[in-house]
């Protein structure tokens, strides 16, 4: 870990038009800073913008989804060329779950192509000018979710277990080329993709106190950004145990409606 750091001067934010990366947006956004937001919902993305900018911040927006791989790569190469990116969190991200409707194999392919798709048309167009300046933050969004498959959402937990792998892969790699990679993994965060769960969610925090929780743990460099404890501590325990022992328990999960697409 280093010892001393400049905060990030030039950030990007994948989802950034609701939930945990407005918060984001909200909480990196004073004097000095320039955020590049992206969303797909115009009107949102916009007033996260305006909020941004009366905060003092240098606001640009784009539209554009996560799974368009040509525009995220052209996107993000013109920023960085324009002046280097010092972060990039990967956040923008889809669920649903397998109450009611079950999950068909439209709606797996989609929570794929957004979840883990999306964080790699998002990271790898920077990782070579990273690597080539030594320096940069990369930021990939999972969940606690993702540390073990879940009955209740399995193509959400298996995308979220990906990404988690995948950053936490890149950062051993990119450890000695002066890049550095956490992966975050919230509980639950009251957001639109939490606003319709029906059932109880427990240690529920807001979405700027998960970006004020997510922004300390990237400035400590820390590998893993996985709050609340109270929830992080139980799912490693039982993340350990076979999963035989622990299915009859896991299954017993309240789950998302499949056809809710949040
Ligand atoms: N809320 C939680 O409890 C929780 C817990 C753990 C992890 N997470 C993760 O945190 C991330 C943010 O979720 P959230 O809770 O803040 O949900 P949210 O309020 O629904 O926000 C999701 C964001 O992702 C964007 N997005 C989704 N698919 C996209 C695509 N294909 N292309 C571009 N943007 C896309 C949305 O943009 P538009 O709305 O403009 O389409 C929106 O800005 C997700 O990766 C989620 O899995 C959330």
Not at 5 to 22: D, E, L, M, Q
Not at 111 to 119: D, E, K, P, S, T
């Amino acid at each position: 870990m280093k010892m001393s750091r400049s905060g990030p001067k030039n950030i990007v934010i994948t989802g950034a038009s609701s939930g945990i990366g407005a918060g984001l947006a909200g909480h990196y956004a004073t004097p000095g800073i320039t955020l590049h937001l992206q969303g797909r919902n115009a009107q949102r993305l916009e007033q996260i913008a305006e909020k941004c900018r009366a905060r003092g911040a240098i606001v640009h927006s784009r539209i554009l989804d996560v799974t368009h791989e040509a525009g995220m790569n052209q996107w993000l190469s013109s920023i960085d060329a324009n002046t280097p990116i010092d972060l990039i969190i990967a956040n923008a991200g889809i669920s649903a779950g397998t109450g009611i409707h079950g999950e068909n194999g439209k709606q797996v392919r989609e929570i794929f192509a957004a979840n883990i798709g999306g964080v790699v048309n998002t990271v790898t167009p920077l990782l070579s000018a990273m690597i080539a300046r030594k320096s940069g933050q990369i930021a990939i969004m999972s969940s606690l979710a993702g540390l073990r498959g879940l009955p209740s959402c399995p193509a959400y937990s298996a995308s979220k277990s990906c990404v988690r792998a995948y950053g936490e892969g890149l950062r051993g790699w990119l450890a000695a080329q002066g890049v550095e990679v956490s992966v975050i993994c919230p509980g639950y965060v009251a957001t639109a993709m939490t606003a319709i769960n029906t059932f109880p969610m427990p240690f529920m925090m807001s979405a700027e106190k998960a970006a004020r929780i997510i922004a300390r743990g990237l400035a400590k460099n820390k590998a893993r950004i996985a709050f609340p404890w109270m929830l992080y501590y139980p799912m490693r325990f039982f993340s350990c145990l076979p999963v035989w022992l622990t299915d009859p328990l896991f299954s017993r999960l309240p789950a998302k409606d499949a056809t809710s697409g949040q």
